[in-house]
């Protein structure tokens, strides 16, 4: 059966929003984003279906009182509270895969209204057109701080060396038809990376710049630990390219040993007594050092390969307040 071909002219949108401690924003996102779905719908472009579910991440706040409270105001609106906090790529996913059955497409787009909502027209024509994934990039840093933009330019720089591929300044703001929820869905591993792994799926995509906006209301939740946890797992998940470097380095030290042997062997031979004590010192420090990160890195692969090997669910499931078509509540995935 395939939903996409039979809808592509007036699909059932999706809207997922996670939502981690975001009590400060979430009634006016909300708002925002029912009066552009609403827009949407009334101008033919999508489904008077379509929906808008928050992920409610395990706030500590009154993030989920709060969309309680609106979920049972506006059918638009729904819930699923995960049971504890999984991170923004596993709360995007739980999402997903909730909406999975339901949509004919998805749109993740974070919960501070940073991203242009009115590039959905755009998103929406694109998939029209055939596209299976559009990317949201963002047009420029503006409205980051220094210490933001510089570490967000080193991690896609990096990225790119270490081999993993991700589309530049695109952060999980992005239209997924539901044949790319299907093929997620047989996706099993552990450490998942989104942005990574849907271009790696190979279905037609396009690209939609937007305007980032300064956040509505609330603090950033991705903390600069959060964010270079996000940039390591984003090469390891991907690529083994650190660990041939690793091997290319290791082979580079040998190099030099020889070099270095060769050396002190013609000295000895011509009577020359050279004092290494330095030398010997800063040989040790760096191949010592070098040796230490390598086995660092070494361990990040086995720590991932322990992780799924665990095969643990990426998100428990607290609750689902679900509004069918109908409007009549579903409380699908509640004994998950
Ligand atoms: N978020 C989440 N779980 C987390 C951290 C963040 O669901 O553990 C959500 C957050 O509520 C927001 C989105 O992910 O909707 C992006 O986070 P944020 O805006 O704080 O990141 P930034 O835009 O500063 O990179
Ligand atoms: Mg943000």
Redesign the pocket.
């Known amino acids: 059966m395939d939903k996409t071909s039979e809808n592509r002219d007036h699909p059932v949108l999706v809207l997922v ?6 009590e400060a924003v979430i009634e006016k996102t909300a708002g925002v984003l029912a009066g552009k779905l609403e827009r949407l719908a009334s101008a033919g472009a999508i489904s008077a279906d379509s929906r808008i579910l928050f ?5 500590k706040d009154d ?1 989920f009182d709060i969309l309680y409270r609106l979920s049972g105001q506006d059918p638009v609106c729904s819930v699923l509270k995960l049971a504890g ?4 790529q ?3 996913l739980a999402g997903m895969m909730t909406a999975k059955d339901y949509a004919d497409i998805v749109v993740t ?4 209204l ?1 991203q242009d909502i009115e590039v959905l027209d755009d998103f929406i024509a694109k998939y029209k057109e055939g596209c299976e994934v559009v990317y949201g990039v963002r047009n420029d840093r503006n409205s ?1 701080g220094l210490l ?1 933009k510089a570490t967000a330019t080193m991690y896609y720089r990096l990225m790119r060396v270490m081999g993993s591929s991700v589309i530049p300044n695109h ?2 703001y992005r239209l997924v038809s539901s044949k790319v929820l299907g093929a997620l869905a047989e996706y099993s591993e552990v450490n998942l990376f989104l942005r990574g792994l849907i271009p790696t799926m190979g279905f037609t995509s396009d690209i939609v710049y937007f305007d980032v906006k300064e ?1 509505e209301a ?5 903390t600069l630990r ?2 270079m946890r996000l940039a390591a797992d984003g090469i390891t998940s991907f690529s083994a390219r650190p660990l041939h470097l690793i091997g290319a380095a290791g082979g580079l030290v040998i190099l030099w040993g020889i070099i270095m042997f060769i050396i002190t062997l013609v000295d000895w031979i011509k009577g020359r007594n050279v004092p290494g004590y330095t030398t010997l010192l800063t040989v040790i420090l760096i191949v010592g050092g070098a040796i230490l990160f390598s086995l660092g890195v070494i361990g990040e692969y086995i720590a991932k390969v322990y992780m799924e090997t665990k095969r643990r669910p990426l998100y428990i499931i607290d609750s689902v307040i679900w509004h069918g078509p109908s409007g009549a509540t579903d409380d699908k995935g509640k004994e998950q």
């Open positions: 929003v996670p939502c981690y401690n975001e992920v409610d991440d395990g706030s993030t906090n999984s991170g923004h596993n709360a995007i787009i974070d919960a501070d940073q980051d933001k952060a999980d956040r609330g603090t950033s939740k991705y959060k964010m």
